[in-house]
């Protein structure tokens, strides 16, 4: 979202119109932008492109974290909501998921 951000706003920063021709200010939407209108796509890529990045170069990783925690012996949930010892309810393939539909009332009717 901050690459994003950044790009839009260097991208459509500097556009202007003509006095009343158009939806953007005479001087801009941020003047010191206004050099940059002629190569706003160019502008908006490269700097989205940065700031990306940046910030995966210089924020931790996520991963690393559960690696750690694998290493320090605490076990790790792959999937946090699904409860050790529960069976997972599949739906036959091709069917629609219908909620409170279990596979043993397959067999009932």
């Given at each position: 979202?901050?690459?994003?951000?950044?790009?839009?706003?260097?991208?459509?920063?500097?556009?202007?119109?003509?006095?009343?021709?158009?939806?953007?200010?005479t001087d801009g939407?941020?003047?010191?932008?206004?050099?940059?209108?002629d190569y706003g796509?160019?502008?908006?890529l490269l700097s989205?492109?940065?700031?990306?990045?940046?910030?995966?170069?210089?924020?931790?990783?996520?991963?690393?974290?559960?690696?750690?925690?694998?290493?320090?012996?605490?076990?790790?949930?792959?999937?946090?909501?699904?409860?050790?010892?529960?069976?997972?309810?599949?739906?036959?393939?091709?069917?629609?998921?219908?909620?409170?539909?279990?596979?043993?009332?397959?067999?009932?009717?």
């Open positions: 979202m901050a690459a994003f951000g950044t790009g839009a706003l260097l991208a459509v920063g500097g556009s202007n119109s003509p006095e009343g021709e158009g939806p953007f200010p939407l941020v003047p010191p932008l206004a050099p940059l209108s796509w160019l502008v908006g989205a492109m940065l700031v990306h990045w940046a910030l995966g170069r210089f924020l931790p990783d996520p991963g690393q974290r559960a690696a750690e925690e694998e290493a320090a012996g605490r076990p790790r949930l792959l999937n946090p909501r699904r409860v050790p010892g529960r069976r997972a309810v599949v739906p036959p393939r091709g069917a629609l998921f219908v909620p409170g539909f279990r596979t043993a009332d397959v067999g009932e009717q």
